[in-house]
Nanobody, 115 residues
Framework: QVQLVESGGGLVQPGESLRLSCAAS????????MGWYRQAPGKQRDLVAD???????NYADFVKGRFTISRDNVKSTVYLQMNSLKSEDTAVYYC?????????WGQGTQVTVSS
């Protein structure tokens, strides 16, 4: 069993930055691919970025150049640094853990970008 707890969401103005954190407990974090997804009202849940156990990253086109995913295997934590935020980034952001046999999700953290 794996538990994921996100934090760092909030209300910001366009152009500002936020850093999301996801702390994992249980499982074997250091060998697991982690990801960030987001879901806006009336929309599907979309991949934002993911990162492999050895630090290789993948980004959705709509965040390339603005967001950075990283991980700290000592702290079992994955981060999402979000810069140059736009109103269309407004969504609930979810942390994802992809194991070999099971997938786990955090409860989500709200990010609102508004002037």
């Amino acid at each position: 069993q794996v538990q994921l707890v996100e934090s760092g969401g909030g209300l910001v103005q366009p152009g500002e930055s936020l850093r999301l954190s996801c702390a994992a407990s249980g499982g074997i974090f250091s060998i697991t691919k982690m990801g960030w997804y987001r879901q806006a009202p009336g929309k599907q849940r979309d991949l934002v970025a993911d990162i492999t156990s050895d630090g290789r990253t993948n980004y959705a086109d709509f965040v390339k150049g603005r967001f950075t995913i990283s991980r700290d295997n000592v702290k079992s934590t994955v981060y999402l640094q979000m810069n140059s935020l736009k109103s269309e980034d407004t969504a609930v952001y979810y942390c994802n853990y992809r194991g070999v046999f099971n997938e786990y999700w955090g409860q989500g953290t709200q990010v609102t970008v508004s002037s």
